[in-house]
């Protein structure tokens, strides 16, 4: 079976610079301070509007390490980076948690012109991506979600949505563009399924087009997959990931008295995840999958399934995916190995984008081993740097 070795540092960090691996560094160690990572993020969006300089350090910190920049056309310097590397971008329009129309109506026409960029250069950004509270109000969701009456306002409000989301899927579709349609939180999932799954059988009948995302840090998601195999009669795009919102659903699972749907254990999720990507490479002739993980084992497991099978590392139905600015020691290893290797490159209004630069703040400090690993990485690249010059 291929060995990869994660620990490549000298591959892992080619596109970076002595500077950016200083920056990078003092970025990471910052994430060790649980008041600044609770408390920064709403400091900085009362005073961003006021005080230029707070703007100007978010921006020059960690806007820069995990954003592309604040518009498609600031992208183009890291498409270009990722691309040298034979890494492809996927365009992430990172707005959220607002509530008006005229903001869910732009937010659907800026995802709608990432599909058109991808369309003219498919190698470089092989998927575009959406998540639906961007193109509508998560209140709405929960109550359609939920299965509870809607007034005669809030149906014409969600036939909006229903048009949104059918107008981003058509746009991929005409333009031969793949599309990943993110998860979000367990109680509007439900919804986000019944839209998307209705999308793949629309545009899915010659290849996978649309994807959903499967969060497996909740339960029965194996048995998910199984049961879309059975009931769909199309091709089916799966985006693989563990999960990003684990505090948030067991608190509101124990403060509304239901079952948690999140695993009990990390290693349940695990599991979950290994054999979700199982499933799919048995079946991999009618599923397209990309792997979003930022697990090293989780990676050279399906590199093994690939290797088991007899399946070229670029096979055209399996990519992996991690999000920029992080594990860059996984996204450039398998690349280097000719492996389909892609990076969430989210892009944005530095302030509209605060909430995706928390969750990354929170998920690095939170999640065991993370901050360590990035950090210990860095240190052997520099250290390795600095043995070369002698």
């Known amino acids: ?30 994430f060790n301070y649980p008041i600044l990572i609770k408390y920064g993020p709403g400091i900085a969006a009362s005073l961003i509007d006021y005080l230029p300089p707070v703007k100007s350090l978010i921006r020059a910190t960690i806007f820069t390490q995990f954003c592309g920049g604040e518009s498609i056309t600031d992208c183009e310097k890291a498409i270009r980076m990722l691309s040298a590397s034979k890494i492809g971008t996927i365009l992430d329009y990172s707005v959220e948690g607002e509530e008006k129309e005229s903001v869910f109506d732009h937010t659907c026409k800026e995802i709608i012109d990432t599909i058109e960029k991808a369309a003219k250069n498919k ?7 959406f998540k639906t509270t961007g193109i509508g109000r998560m209140d709405l969701l929960t109550k359609v979600n939920a299965k509870t009456a809607l007034t005669d306002e809030e149906s014409k409000e969600f036939d909006r949505v229903k048009a949104r989301f059918e107008s981003i899927c058509n746009a991929a579709a005409t333009n031969g563009v793949r599309l990943f349609v993110d998860a979000e939180d367990s109680w509007i999932q439900d919804i986000i399924d019944e839209l998307t799954y209705e999308a793949m059988k629309k545009y899915n009948s010659e290849r996978a087009i649309i994807y959903n995302t499967i969060q497996c840090y909740r339960t029965g998601r194996i048995e998910h997959i199984q049961q879309k ?28 008295g239901y079952t948690s749907p999140i695993h009990l254990s990390k290693e349940n999720s695990d599991a979950e995840y290994d054999g979700a990507l199982r499933l799919c490479v048995e079946h991999i002739d009618r599923v397209s999958i990309c792997a979003g993980t930022h697990n090293e084992k989780s990676s050279q497991l399906l590199c093994d399934l690939m290797e088991q099978r007899g399946l070229k590392n670029d096979h055209p139905h399996i990519y992996f995916a991690q999000l920029l600015g992080m594990s860059d020691h996984i996204s450039f290893n398998l690349a280097n190995l000719g492996y389909n290797v892609a990076k969430y490159v989210p892009y944005g209004p530095v302030k509209a984008v605060l909430p995706y630069l928390s969750r990354r703040a929170t998920e690095n400090s939170s999640v065991k081993g993370q901050v360590g690993r990035e950090l210990g990485l860095i240190k052997a690249e520099q250290k390795r740097r600095q043995q070369s010059k002698k």
């Open 123 to 129: 190698s470089e950004i092989p998927f575009s991506v």
């Open 1 to 30: 079976m291929p060995n990869i070795n994660f620990n490549n540092t000298e591959v892992a960090f080619a596109h970076k610079t002595d500077a950016d691996l200083r920056k990078a560094s003092l970025l990471f160690k910052s």
């Open 229 to 256: 195999l059975k009931d769909l009669n199309c091709h089916l795009g799966f985006k693989i990931v563990r999960g990003a919102y684990m505090e948030k659903e067991r608190a509101r699972a124990q403060e509304m």
